[in-house]
């Protein structure tokens, strides 16, 4: 497997494989130069690597090793290499094949390097002529050259035929090709989690799939610009994203392209559409996507439908997120009463009579900070303090809320923070933009969110919103609605009169 994994290496596009070299000149230099770490400095590295890649169980780590070569004291070695403080300056050395072993086998984002050399490709190989062009025009994103043997020499391989050979068995690895649109091996189909990524734009820089979250959105892969079909499927991208936008639906284009590649062709085209970077086909092997794949995402990041580039997409409706009905579709819980009438007024009171404007949780230099920020959320804010109005909505909440959510979540849970009246009012465009309130470490113990109306009917707009589940509602006075903190969730902007709602959150109990 170490042998299979040093060829992939040699068969990286050049700027990855120049990075992935760099990392590992950079290790060997440290180990060499660097001063012996403490026993507690390489335990404490070692847990941290652990904690970073899920392996805290022996039996989780134990499979980790065996999936790469390594013996638990091969692995501690490479924790006493991680261990060291020095970072050597300059230029100089060489690089052996086990200081780019070693390097693989730690650094982020080298694991497919390891799950394809592990893997055996099937015994029928496709000819070497159509492997290398799979190889150069999808993979890399470039015309085959014209001279193999220098090809083959700038990868490290002694002869065209080896590197050949190697591309023959890189090729089988990915099994044969799929229908148009249809999903490959154990790709994501229809209903599947979109597999998640991060590639580079040239005009924005690096790109989150997770910031589609809430939007309905297409995926296209083109294949290299530089073929006729790869050209013309993303000029017909750019011209549905336009009428798609309408929508409020998003459309990336994917090509194995390099950035500058990609920057020369949308300033040829005058293209709108984003494109994104996918050196190495890696996010295209994940979706199963051949060059002309469309793959359409609900507004939850989930895979709605597949097509082709050369069929009409995006058309037919993908129908709502979640189940039919007239009840939520948002894995939401709704707890009817669970405010008195008489204790919604209370506290509509105690608003009128002190608020300001609301913050949000951020970390800062010192830790969890209130920021006000007009721009995502505009509510006034009341917090509760009267201690005989805080200690009877205390009571009614823990025995009416609480116990509903340890029932339904399997989950004891206690108020983890103050109590807030909130109110959003037409006059200052009340409203909350989408967001997650577990966002960062600030959020500390929260585990759900709690919003009880206290006023419904005395306002128009304000609807709680869950985009993802394109789902909104509107609870009925004193109704209580707790869902998770990971939820993408907004309040839209009220229009008339003003909604008042105590909010709060819920964390573990002891």
Same mark, same amino acid.
């Given at each position: 497997?170490?042998?299979?994994?040093?060829?992939?290496?040699?068969?990286?596009?050049?700027?990855?494989?120049?990075?992935?070299?760099?990392?590992?000149?950079?290790?060997?230099?440290?180990?060499?130069?660097?001063?012996?770490?403490?026993?507690?400095?390489?335990?404490?590295?070692?847990?941290?690597?652990?904690?970073?890649?899920?392996?805290?169980?022996?039996?989780?780590?134990?499979?980790?090793?065996?999936?790469?070569?390594?013996?638990?004291?091969?692995?501690?070695?490479?924790?006493?290499?991680?261990?060291?403080?020095?970072?050597?300056?300059?230029?100089?050395?060489?690089?052996?094949?086990?200081?780019?072993?070693?390097?693989?086998?730690?650094?982020?984002?080298?694991?497919?390097?390891?799950?394809?050399?592990?893997?055996?490709?099937?015994?029928?190989?496709a000819p070497a002529a159509e492997a290398a062009r799979w190889y150069f025009e999808q993979r890399l994103g470039v015309a085959v050259p014209e001279d193999l043997e220098e090809a083959?020499?700038?990868?490290?391989?002694?002869?065209?035929?080896?590197? %050949?050979?190697?591309? #023959? !068995?890189? +090729? /089988?690895?990915?099994?044969?090709?799929? $229908? *148009?649109?249809? &999903?490959? =091996?154990? @790709?994501?189909?229809?209903?599947?989690?979109?597999?998640?990524?991060?590639?580079?734009?040239?005009?924005?820089?690096?790109?989150?799939?997770?910031?589609?979250?809430?939007?309905?959105?297409?995926?296209?892969?083109?294949?290299?610009?530089?073929?006729?079909?790869?050209?013309?499927?993303?000029?017909q991208a750019g011209r549905r994203s336009e009428e798609l936008a309408e929508d409020g639906r998003a459309v990336l284009v994917l090509t194995p392209d390099a950035l500058d590649v990609?920057?020369?062709?949308?300033?040829?085209?005058?293209?709108?559409?984003?494109?994104?970077?996918?050196?190495?086909?890696?996010?295209?092997?994940?979706?199963?996507?051949?060059?002309?794949?469309?793959?359409?995402?609900?507004?939850? %990041?989930?895979?709605? #439908? !597949?097509? +082709? /580039?050369?069929?009409?997409?995006?058309? $037919? *409706?993908?129908? &709502?997120? =979640?189940? @039919?009905?007239?009840?939520?579709?948002?894995?939401?819980?709704?707890?009817?009463?669970?405010?008195?009438?008489?204790?919604?007024?209370?506290?509509?009171?105690?608003?009128?009579?002190?608020?300001?404007?609301?913050?949000?949780?951020?970390?800062?230099?010192?830790?969890?900070?209130?920021?006000?920020?007009?721009?995502?959320?505009?509510?006034?804010?009341?917090?509760?303090?009267?201690?005989?109005?805080?200690?009877?909505?205390?009571?009614?909440?823990?025995?009416?809320?609480?116990?509903?959510?340890?029932?339904?979540?399997?989950?004891?849970?206690?108020?983890?923070?103050?109590?807030?009246?909130?109110?959003?009012?037409?006059?200052?465009?009340?409203?909350?933009?989408?967001?997650?309130?577990?966002?960062?470490?600030?959020?500390?113990?929260?585990?759900?969110?709690?919003?009880?109306?206290?006023?419904?009917?005395?306002?128009?707009?304000?609807?709680?919103?869950?985009?993802?589940?394109?789902?909104?509602?509107?609870?009925?006075?004193?109704?209580?609605?707790?869902?998770?903190?990971?939820?993408?969730?907004?309040?839209?902007?009220?229009?008339?009169?003003?909604?008042?709602?105590?909010?709060?959150?819920l964390g573990d109990a002891p």
């Amino acid at each position: 497997m170490e042998r299979r994994a040093l060829e992939l290496v040699r068969l990286l596009d050049e700027d990855a494989r120049g990075a992935l070299l760099q990392g590992a000149l950079l290790r060997a230099r440290q180990r060499d130069l660097g001063p012996a770490p403490t026993p507690e400095a390489v335990r404490a590295q070692a847990l941290a690597f652990r904690k970073a890649r899920g392996l805290l169980k022996a039996s989780e780590l134990d499979r980790w090793l065996s999936s790469r070569a390594l013996t638990p004291r091969g692995f501690a070695a490479l924790m006493a290499d991680e261990a060291r403080v020095l970072v050597a300056q300059g230029e100089g050395g060489a690089v052996t094949p086990g200081d780019v072993l070693d390097y693989l086998r730690v650094a982020l984002g080298t694991e497919g390097l390891w799950r394809e050399a592990a893997l055996e490709g099937p015994e029928a190989r496709a000819p070497a002529a159509e492997a290398a062009r799979w190889y150069f025009e999808q993979r890399l994103g470039v015309a085959v050259p014209e001279d193999l043997e220098e090809a083959a020499a700038q990868r490290d391989f002694d002869d065209s035929s080896d590197f %050949l050979e190697a591309v #023959r !068995r890189l +090729h /089988a690895r990915q099994g044969p090709p799929a $229908a *148009p649109g249809a &999903p490959s =091996g154990g @790709a994501a189909g229809p209903g599947d989690p979109a597999p998640s990524f991060q590639l580079e734009n040239h005009a924005v820089g690096s790109v989150r799939l997770e910031l589609l979250a809430g939007r309905r959105a297409a995926l296209v892969f083109t294949g290299s610009l530089s073929t006729k079909e790869g050209a013309r499927w993303a000029l017909q991208a750019g011209r549905r994203s336009e009428e798609l936008a309408e929508d409020g639906r998003a459309v990336l284009v994917l090509t194995p392209d390099a950035l500058d590649v990609q920057a020369a062709f949308v300033r040829s085209q005058d293209l709108a559409v984003p494109l994104l970077s996918d050196r190495g086909g890696e996010v295209a092997a994940r979706y199963g996507a051949a060059p002309g794949t469309v793959v359409e995402l609900d507004a939850n %990041l989930r895979v709605a #439908r !597949r097509s +082709h /580039a050369g069929e009409p997409w995006g058309e $037919a *409706p993908l129908g &709502p997120a =979640g189940a @039919a009905g007239d009840g939520p579709r948002a894995p939401v819980l709704l707890i009817p009463g669970a405010l008195a009438p008489d204790t919604c007024g209370s506290l509509c009171a105690a608003w009128a009579s002190d608020h300001r404007e609301g913050a949000v949780t951020r970390l800062g230099a010192r830790g969890a900070e209130a920021t006000v920020a007009s721009g995502l959320k505009r509510r006034l804010d009341h917090v509760l303090a009267d201690p005989t109005l805080l200690g009877e909505v205390r009571r009614q909440l823990a025995s009416r809320v609480l116990p509903e959510v340890e029932r339904c979540f399997q989950r004891r849970v206690e108020l983890s923070e103050a109590l807030r009246v909130g109110a959003y009012r037409a006059e200052d465009r009340g409203h909350f933009a989408p967001h997650r309130d577990d966002a960062n470490a600030a959020a500390g113990r929260r585990r759900f969110a709690l919003a009880v109306n206290l006023n419904t009917g005395s306002y128009r707009g304000g609807r709680l919103r869950f985009p993802e589940y394109e789902d909104s509602l509107d609870a009925p006075r004193g109704s209580a609605v707790v869902y998770s903190v990971a939820l993408l969730h907004a309040v839209g902007e009220v229009t008339d009169g003003a909604r008042m709602a105590l909010v709060g959150f819920l964390g573990d109990a002891p």
